[in-house]
C-alpha cells in the first residue's frame, strides 16, 4: 500500500452480520452482530448472557439503533469518523431508510465523504468482473440480482423471505441448557455448520456438542433439510427459480453473460456440495443457448465477506476518489438528492 | 459504473487509425497502474492473424479491439465485418485488486470507442477461441 493511498472505512450492514473495516484489507476488522441490547451492547457475549430483550437494528429499521451501530463502528475500529470517508453497501429496502442514515451519517456521525452502491455490484466486483448474475443468501432472505457494468438491474432483481438462519430450526431440539433465545439460535446455527451437507457421502453424519454428547443425523435427513432452499412452497419458488426468472426476463444480449457468470454469495454457499448442487440444477432449467457456469471465488471465506471486499477494493482504487459525496456537496445541493445522482444505485 | 478512470489520448486514437484508417487487425489496451490510466499495449498489423492476437493475452486482464471479418453460411456467402471489444480477465493469480481495476475501468474506456458492435467477457483462453468471436459476429 502507498503511503499517499488515503484510507477509509467500508461497511457492510446486514440484517444479522455487520462487517466492517478498512479499505485495501481483505477481511473486515469489525465483525458483530446487527442487534444489540436494550442497554445498547453490542456482541455476542452481551447478546448471548444478558437478560433483556435482544433488539433488532434491521428487520425492521430502527434509525436510533442504526446510528448508535455506526458510533460504535468507529469506536471499534480506533478511529474518528470526522476523518474517515465511509463507503456503505446498500442493501436498503426503501429509500427513505437510505435517505435517514446519509442525514445520520452527515449529521450526527460526522463523516466527511459518503458513497453507497448495492451489495450485488460489490460482490460482482469482488469477483473482477462488472457484469454477473448474484444470488446472495442472506441470513433472513435470499436475493437475486442481475448486474450489467456495475450497475444493479433493480428492475429483475428478485428478493425472498428464505434465507440461511431458517435452515437453523431443525437443529434447536438439540440445543439442551439454559440459554437465552439468541444463544440457543446461535448454538442451533453452529450444530447446523457443523452438520449440514448435499453432499452424498456417509449415511450418518456426527456431531460433537460441548457437552461432549453426540447428535446422530442420517443423510436424508439433512439433504431434507438442506434441500429447503431449493423446494417450492406457496411464498417461494427455490433459489434456482429465481435465477432462472432473471435470466428469462433479461434481455437476449446479456442473457448469455448471465449464464455464464452465477456467483452465489453468503455464509449458506458454503455448505458442501450446495455449488454443485446448484450448478447441476440451474443447467437442467436454463434455456438451450445459455450455458451456465459458476463463478468461484478464490476462498470459502470470501463468500461471507465478499461485499466487504468489493468494497474495500472499490473504494481503494484512485479512479473512485473522484466519486466521493462531500459534506458540503450534501448540504448544498438538495441533500438526497446528490446521492441519487452520484451513486448509480 | 464509470468510476472514473482516465483514458489516454492515444487509446481514442489509433482505435480511430483502426476503425476509419484500417491500420490494424487489433488494439490492445492495459491499465497502467503508476498513472491510473488506460493506455496503448499492443497494436497488430492488419494482416495479422486471430492467433498472433491471442499470443497477447496472458496472466493479466487486458481491453482489445477486434476488426473481425466474417463469412455467412448463406448461399451466396454474405461478408460481415463487426468492431468486438474484448474484455480479458483472466481467473489467475492476478490479485484481485487488479482485476477489478479492469472491471471497473471498462466503462470508461468504452465510453471513448464509438461504433464498437459487439462485446466479449473472457475469463479463461476457451472463451477467447475464434470459434466464440466468429459466433458472436455472425449472431
Known sequence: MNSDEIISVVADIGNLYTRAGFTGDDFPRWSTFTK???????????????NGQVL??????????YENLLKKMFE?????????????????????DLQKVVEILFESVEIPNFFTIRNAALSTFSAGRSTALILDIGAYSTTASAVHDGYTLLKTQIQAPIGGEILNEPFRQYVVGEYNQFKKTCLARDIKQGLLTYEQIDSTQQYELPDGNFILMQQAQLSEIADKLFNSNDNFKGIQHMLLDIINNSVNDIKQQLCSTVISTGGSSNIPGFLNKLQTTLSALAPPMCKVKLVMYPSNQNRYHSVFIGGSILASLSSFQSLWVAKNEYQESGRFSIIERKCPN | MNVGTNVSDDCVTEFNNLKLGKQYRYVIYKLDKDKNEIVVDHKGERDSTYAEFVSHLQNESRYAVYDYHAQTDDVPPRQVEKLVFIFWSPDTNQPVKQKMAYAAGKE??????????????????????ETEIKKIVLN
Open chain 2, 108 to 129: 470508461a474506456l468504452k465510453k471513448k470507442l464509438n461504433g464498437l458492435s459487439k462485446e466479449i467477457q473472457a475469463n479463461e483462453p476457451s472463451e477467447v477461441e
Open chain 1, 56 to 65: 433488532d437494528i434491521l428487520q425492521p429499521f430502527n434509525p436510533d439503533l
Open chain 1, 36 to 50: 444489540c441490547t436494550e442497554t445498547m451492547q453490542f456482541g455476542d457475549e452481551a447478546l448471548g448472557y444478558g
Open chain 1, 76 to 96: 471499534k475500529l480506533g478511529v474518528q469518523s470526522k476523518d474517515y470517508s465511509l463507503l456503505l453497501a446498500n442493501n436498503f429496502q426503501t429509500k427513505h
